[in-house]
Each structure stands twice: as structure tokens, then as C-alpha cells.
């Protein structure tokens, strides 16, 4: 695992790693010379001595301390270099991972999964791989010289300081072992009881509406009791095994104590060799009394370690070896077929054609399959047969980005940033410049509202900034598709309502960006899209009807009944 996780490290991230534990070994090595430096003193009575060879030790001392202090404050920074440099890493390869992973990779649950990973994970292999490592290996250095040098002082006794180690790491690593069995009652219960406690959270006014929920209330006091119970159970279990591995690792230094004592009162000892080996086997002990530390820290990290790594090795969207690119812009379905994994819908044999310059609108009744036709073509999802054309390169065949650069995307959840409006727009094209940045907002019927605005175009919107209607955030993100300039546009058309002077301004904007442009409109007001160049009509995952508006209408099909609906539904709301 230690091998798998100094893997996340670059090259220079593990020479910090490597300079780190030197600075610590070293600083630790001078800690130990500095007291073997006065067991000498002691021993040989050196306080006798001249004044000028006292003066040499205290310099030495001094120096000592000097060197230690310098050590320690290049391995305080090292580590912390280190830390940072796997953060920045792994952070980095998330991002761009995640760009390069269809859209079936982000199903509700792992986003909650990947704002986790990215947040607390990665900290954590920060904390561990960054700081934790050189301390350890440090310890586990130092032990080993000092092990080896108390070994040459004295054979018999350094066996008497390690007697009792290996019975006292075997409980350890037993009773540890317990303990991750308790653990995963424990987390399975926690997380029980969290998704409960959401629901609950999620249900009050439906509680509150319909007098108090009893069953509910039972259900979450009996989680609550069933984690209480689980957690107390491996408390137990580690007090234990904390408790009897205290008990032999203490008797291993009462042993060598023991033994020193005896080997002194028969003369088999000098006592300067007694002194160090009680001195030093502190620094010997030292890793072996961590170990439930470093066990602790791994099985955390290891958690960790296997969520980011899900994330690193997951599978991304294949990739064109030698990309092509498309010259024109009309686009092609050709019978396409699509299902997604979770539930029954399929795209079934869908074949169609957008000439360039055209706008084309799906209609269809909710859950036919328009968003899914569009989100094809965006390569959120691949399809599983038949091909998607663009100037007849097929979208599989083209460079991600390249197909990207060519579609502007206008939907109707519009992402803005808690950035300037500025910002948000030129987010259709990092290189506009501040005039195209206005012109587009203009064409997009959205300057007059900025630059009403306290700060004008510097004004913060989005998280802790100034909020937008629905309205105003569609017409920003028109406002980028004009900066992007790109020859495709697909739009999903608002289904909630807006004000008339919001729906008057969004269609003129709109009718500006489709100009010159091949358009994909997912369309729900039908009476938006009359004028349309074609509309196909989609049902259950088939394309059923296409043509133009009046066409349509004189077909008795699927088109012209959903029209009626939606004109008897207005005739419904005037009468109210
Ligand atoms: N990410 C997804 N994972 C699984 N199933 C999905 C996903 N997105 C859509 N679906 C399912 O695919 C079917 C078609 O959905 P789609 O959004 O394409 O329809 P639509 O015609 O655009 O509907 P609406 O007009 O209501 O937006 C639906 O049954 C929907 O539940």
C-alpha cells in the first residue's frame, strides 16, 4: 500500500518525500549523539577537565543544537512541499479525468462521491503521503542504526529489549484486525442512520403537514440505537487490544531493565553499556510503540487512497488516435441506437439529417428521448450503434475538445459561477476580448440588465453574489454561445415560464444566434418552433414524424395531437 500510494508522487515529490526523512534522521541521529555525547560526560567524568576542552564540548553542544534546529526546519518545509505537491497532483489528474468520463459516469450518487474525493480524500492522502511518511520512515531508520549499535554494546541485552516485541505487535495486529471487522458494522450503521436522518430532514414539512410520523421517528431512534451500540462494541474491542498490547510493551522494558540489573550485579555488564541501553531503547521502541498510529493513519488513508484511485483508473471515453476534423457543418444521425444502463428507455433506429444553416426542433411527448438525441451528439453519452456525422466525420473520429469547439450549448439549467458577469460570459471563449464580450451581450438582449448593475459587467453573481432570474441566466448563457461562435448550436428551450418581456427578449436573442448556424432546438412550447426548417417528432425513443410545421399538421399523426393538446391547455388557461 505504501508502494501504491508513493506511486500519486512525482518524481520530485518523492525526492522531497526522501529529503525530509534525511533531515529527520539526521536531526534524530544528532539528538541521540548529543545525549551519548554526555552519558560520555558522565561516565568519564570529564566536569574534571580544563577549561578550554569544557569550552570545546559546550561549543559542540551548541553546534549540535544549531545543526538540529536548521534540520528540522528543512524537514518541517520539505514535508510540507511534499504534501502539497501530491494535493496539486492528484487534484489536477481528478479534473482532468473527469472531463474525459462520459456522463454515465456521474450518476447522483458519485457526484457526492467526487466532491468527497476531492475535498476530504485527497487531503487525507496529503496528510499521509506528505507529512506522515517522512516521520515515519525516520523513526523506523533511526531505530534500526540505534537496534544495531545497542546489538554491538551488548548481544545479551539487546535480545532482552526485543524478548517481548513480537508478543506485543502480535496482540496488536490481532486485536486490530478485530477492529477493522468492528469498523465496517460501525461505518454500514453510520451511514444507515446519515441517510435517515437525511430523509427525515428532507420529509419534515410533509411531517408537519400530515400530523407526526411515528413509524419514522421509531425507525431513526432504533438506527440511532443500532450505531450506539456497534460503535460502543469497538470501542471495547480496541480498549482491549490497546490495553493488552500497553501491557508487553511496558513488560518488554521492565525485561531488559531486569535483565541489565542482573547482568550488572554479576559484573557482565559496564555500566555505561546499562546507561545506553536505557537511554536508547526509548528511540528503539519509538515505531513499534507508534504502530497503532501509522495502522490508524493507514486505514484511513486506505479508504481514501481506493476512492481516488477509482476515480484515476476509471475508464474514460475512447479517443481518437489520429482525430479528424470536420470541414462543414450539417449533422447526420444514422440509425442510431442508445440505451441507458439504469432503466428501460432506448433510442430505437433514429436517423435524420440537419443540412447546415437549418434549424431543426424535437418535439415529442416528456420522456421521448429528445434530450438524449442532443446529448449524443455532445458526447455526454456514446451510442452503442449507427454513427453521429458532422460534415461526415463521425463525432468518435473527431478530437473531444475539437467537437466541443464546434457546438455551443444553450440549456435550460444554466451553470453560472460565483465570479464577475464578465467572467461567465467569456467563459464561451477564454480569448474574447472585453468589446466581444459586450457585443455578444448585447446581441443576447442582456447589456442593458448589466449594465444596470452596481459594478456593470464586474459584478459578482452566482454563490454569495447577486442573484439571477431564470431569464437573465439564460440570456448570459446565449451570451456565451454568441462569444464562442461556434457553427452548431443546441438549445433546450425553458419550459418554466418567464415573464412576457423575458420570453420576448430570449426569442429575439435566439433568433440572432440561429442565423447562419446549424440548430438543434429541444422543443417544448410547439408554437415556438412553427417557423422551424424541420421538426421531427419523437415518442418513446423513436423518431415517428418529421416535416415542417404545416406539413405535420395535415398528417393526423402524433404532431398534430400534441399541438391540439397544447391549444386546448391555452384555451383552458384563459377560461380559468
Ligand atoms: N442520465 C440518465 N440515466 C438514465 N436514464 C435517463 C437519463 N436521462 C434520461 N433518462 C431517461 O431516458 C428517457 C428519455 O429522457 P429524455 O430526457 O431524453 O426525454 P425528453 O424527451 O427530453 O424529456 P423531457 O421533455 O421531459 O425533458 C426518460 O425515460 C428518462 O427517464
Given at each position: ?91 489536477e ?9 462520459s ?10 462521491e ?100 411515528v ?20 470501542s ?34 559496564a ?47 475512447s ?11 450539417e ?14 428507455f ?39 450503434s ?31 459561477f ?63 454561445a ?95
Amino acid at each position: 500500500m505504501i508502494k501504491q500510494m508513493l506511486n500519486v508522487l512525482t518524481v520530485k515529490g518523492k525526492a522531497m518525500i526522501a529529503a525530509a526523512t534525511l533531515a529527520f534522521t539526521m536531526s534524530g541521529l544528532l539528538s541521540t549523539y548529543l545525549m551519548y555525547v554526555i552519558v560520555n560526560v558522565i561516565n568519564q567524568g570529564h566536569i574534571d577537565r580544563s577549561r578550554s576542552e569544557m569550552t570545546v564540548l559546550c561549543m559542540l553542544l551548541f553546534a549540535i543544537l544549531l545543526l538540529k534546529a536548521g534540520l528540522v526546519i528543512a524537514a518541517d518545509m520539505t514535508k510540507h512541499f511534499a504534501g502539497f505537491a501530491v494535493v496539486a497532483k492528484v487534484r489536477e489528474s481528478i479534473i482532468r479525468k473527469l472531463k474525459r468520463f462520459s456522463l454515465a459516469f456521474y450518476s447522483k450518487e458519485r457526484l457526492g462521491e467526487i466532491s468527497t474525493i476531492i475535498h476530504k480524500d485527497v487531503d487525507r492522502l496529503e496528510s499521509l503521503v506528505g507529512h506522515f511518511f517522512s516521520v515515519m520512515f525516520s523513526d523506523i531508520i533511526i531505530a534500526l542504526i540505534l537496534g544495531v549499535w545497542l546489538f554491538t554494546q551488548s548481544l545479551a541485552l539487546g535480545l532482552a529489549m526485543i524478548a517481548l516485541l513480537p508478543i506485543a505487535v502480535l496482540m496488536l495486529v490481532l486485536g486490530l484486525k478485530r477492529s477493522l471487522l468492528l469498523q465496517k458494522q460501525t461505518n454500514d450503521d453510520l451511514v444507515d442512520m446519515a441517510s435517515l436522518f437525511i430523509e427525515y430532514v428532507r420529509s419534515i414539512p410533509l411531517i408537519k403537514a400530515f400530523s407526526e410520523n411515528v413509524d419514522f421517528e421509531e425507525k431513526l431512534q432504533n438506527s440511532i440505537r443500532k450505531f450506539g451500540t456497534s460503535a460502543k462494541k469497538q470501542s471495547k474491542a480496541v480498549a482491549i487490544y490497546v490495553g493488552s498490547f500497553s501491557i508487553f510493551f511496558e513488560l518488554a522494558y521492565a525485561v531488559m531493565m531486569i535483565a541489565g540489573a542482573v547482568m550488572l550485579y554479576y559484573d557482565m555488564l559496564a555500566i555505561k553499556t546499562f546507561l545506553i541501553f536505557i537511554i536508547f531503547s526509548h528511540e528503539f521502541y519509538k515505531p513499534i510503540g507508534k504502530i497503532e498510529k501509522y495502522w490508524i493513519n493507514f486505514l484511513q488513508v486506505k479508504d481514501s487512497y481506493q476512492r481516488v484511485s477509482k476515480i484515476l483508473e476509471a475508464p474514460e471515453m475512447s479517443q481518437i488516435q489520429v482525430p479528424q476534423k470536420a470541414g462543414t457543418f450539417e449533422i447526420a444521425y444514422e440509425k442510431v441506437n442508445f440505451a441507458y444502463a439504469s432503466n428501460e428507455f432506448a433510442l430505437k433506429d433514429v436517423s435524420f439529417e440537419l443540412p447546415q444553416g437549418s434549424i431543426t426542433a424535437l418535439v415529442g411527448p416528456s420522456g421521448s428521448g429528445k434530450t438524449t438525441v442532443a446529448n449524443l451528439l455532445l458526447r455526454f453519452w456514446d451510442n452503442e450503434s449507427g454513427a453521429i456525422k458532422i460534415g461526415g466525420v463521425d463525432i468518435r473520429e473527431m478530437d473531444y475538445d475539437d467537437l466541443l469547439s464546434n457546438i455551443s450549448i444553450v440549456m435550460q439549467q444554466v451553470v453560472i459561477f460565483a465570479d464577475s458577469i464578465y467572467e461567465n460570459i467569456k467563459l464561451g471563449n477564454r480569448n474574447a476580448t472585453r468589446a466581444q464580450v459586450m457585443a455578444a451581450a448585447k446581441k443576447a438582449q442582456i447589456h442593458d440588465f448589466i449594465v444596470g448593475l452596481p459594478n456593470g459587467y464586474d459584478t459578482i453573481v452566482g454563490e454569495n453574489g447577486v442573484g439571477l432570474s431564470g431569464g437573465q441566466r439564460q440570456r448570459i448563457s446565449i451570451a456565451r454561445a454568441f462569444v464562442k461562435n461556434a457553427p452548431i448550436v443546441v438549445l433546450d428551450e425553458m419550459t418554466s415560464n418567464v415573464d412576457p418581456v423575458n420570453e420576448v427578449k430570449i426569442q429575439r436573442a435566439l433568433s440572432t444566434l440561429a442565423k447562419g448556424r446549424t440548430v438543434m432546438v429541444i422543443a417544448h412550447h410547439l408554437h415556438t418552433i412553427r417557423s422551424a426548417d424541420k421538426i421531427l417528432v419523437f415518442n418513446a425513443g423513436e423518431l415517428v414524424e418529421q416535416g415542417t410545421h404545416e406539413s405535420l399538421l395535415k398528417r393526423e399523426g402524433l404532431y398534430r395531437q400534441l399541438w391540439q393538446v397544447q391549444a386546448s391547455a391555452k384555451e383552458w388557461e384563459f377560461s380559468m
